[in-house]
Nanobody, 122 residues
Framework: QVELVESGGGLVQPGGSLRLSCVVS????????IGWFRQAPGKEREGVSC???????YYAESVKGRFTMSRDNAKNTAYLQMNSLNAGDTAVYYCASKDFPSSSCPREYEYWGQGTQVTVSS
């Protein structure tokens, strides 16, 4: 059973930074994609970034230049470094994974974490 656990969320002032972590356990394949998503109150879930099985990373336009995704395959952990945060980044952040041996990211993900709250406010 694949499980994902996010951590690192919290309250931060505008302009501040946070680093989210996503620990993936139970994976049986080395070739899986990890995605970061977020959902703000009253809004649909949106993709933030993803890391394909070969380590290629992709970002939503709204976070390019501010967020950086990385992964440590030895630890089965993905990270999302978020800088220059603003109120529009306030949301619950989720990570998700799927076995996907490709240099691209899947349209749908199979496993999801429970989410971690990020609140940007002064």
């Amino acid at each position: 059973q694949v499980e994902l656990v996010e951590s690192g969320g919290g309250l931060v002032q505008p302009g501040g930074s946070l680093r989210l972590s996503c620990v993936v356990s139970g994976v049986t394949s080395d070739y899986y994609a990890i995605g970061w998503f977020r959902q703000a109150p009253g809004k649909e879930r949106e993709g933030v970034s993803c890391s394909s099985a070969d380590g290629s990373t992709y970002y939503a336009e709204s976070v390019k230049g501010r967020f950086t995704m990385s992964r440590d395959n030895a630890k089965n952990t993905a990270y999302l470094q978020m800088n220059s945060l603003n109120a529009g980044d306030t949301a619950v952040y989720y990570c998700a994974s799927k076995d996907f041996p490709s240099s691209s990211c899947p349209r749908e993900y199979e496993y999801w974490g429970q989410g971690t709250q990020v609140t940007v406010s002064s």
